[in-house]
Nanobody, 128 residues
């Protein structure tokens, strides 16, 4: 499975961005996709995850109410719509693939080690 994240950029605080994650190489209904982010000097942290059907979705507390994860399987793409962006959202954002079963455990779905394939990341910078 290959993943390619795009859509990052520079935005002012309070603004919005939509990230895209293009998947290829044989994803299936047993898969799920997550978004993580990593700021300079910090560990990679979970942002959101979505099942293949889109019916199972989880968010980190920092994303709840501001970010929306979705997917279009016809386009093999997972999206992360980010709103009310804050300077602390500045990070490199990564999408990653895992098995659906990973989503069932808070610890598992929040851990980067539970995800098997990673995209290259896209930079999001929020200015104050």
């Amino acid at each position: 499975v290959q993943l390619q994240a795009s859509g990052g950029g520079l935005v002012q605080a309070g603004g919005s961005l939509r990230l895209s994650c293009a998947l290829s190489g044989g994803t299936s209904s047993g898969d799920a996709t997550g978004w993580f982010r990593q700021a300079p000097g910090k560990e990679r942290e979970f942002v959101a995850a979505i099942s293949w059907t889109g019916q199972t979705i989880y968010y980190a507390d920092s994303a709840t109410g501001r970010f929306t994860i979705s997917r279009d399987n016809a386009k093999n793409t997972v999206y992360l719509q980010m709103g009310d962006l804050k300077p602390e959202d500045t990070a490199v954002y990564y999408c990653a693939a895992t098995r659906h079963s990973t989503l069932l455990s808070l610890r598992a779905r929040s851990s980067p080690t539970s995800y098997y394939y990673w995209g290259q990341g896209t930079q999001v910078t929020v200015s104050s």
